[in-house]
């Protein structure tokens, strides 16, 4: 999705990277799905590229409240 949104708003790499405030190799790795990226600057790079991020808690069964 970074890539995508990335590509479709006509920005570079480096210049997201820029942006951000984050590393052009921490960019190419994010968008190759490393998996050890740190959440912080995750956030920082979807926060610049408008990706909102919606987080949904486990439903509850009524036996458990």
């Known amino acids: ?3 995508t949104s990335r590509k479709q708003l006509g920005v570079t ?6 942006t951000s405030g984050t590393g052009l ?3 190419i ?4 799905g490393k998996e050890t990226c740190q ?5 920082t790079v979807l926060h610049t590229l408008g ?3 919606a987080l949904t808690p486990p439903a509850v ?3 458990k409240v």
């Open 1 to 3: 999705m970074v890539r």
């Open 13 to 18: 790499q480096r210049d997201l990277a820029l």
């Open 25 to 27: 190799r921490f960019v």
């Open 29 to 32: 790795d994010l968008e190759k």
């Open 39 to 43: 959440i912080g600057k995750v956030l």
């Open 51 to 53: 990706i909102r991020i």
């Open 61 to 63: 069964s009524e036996s």
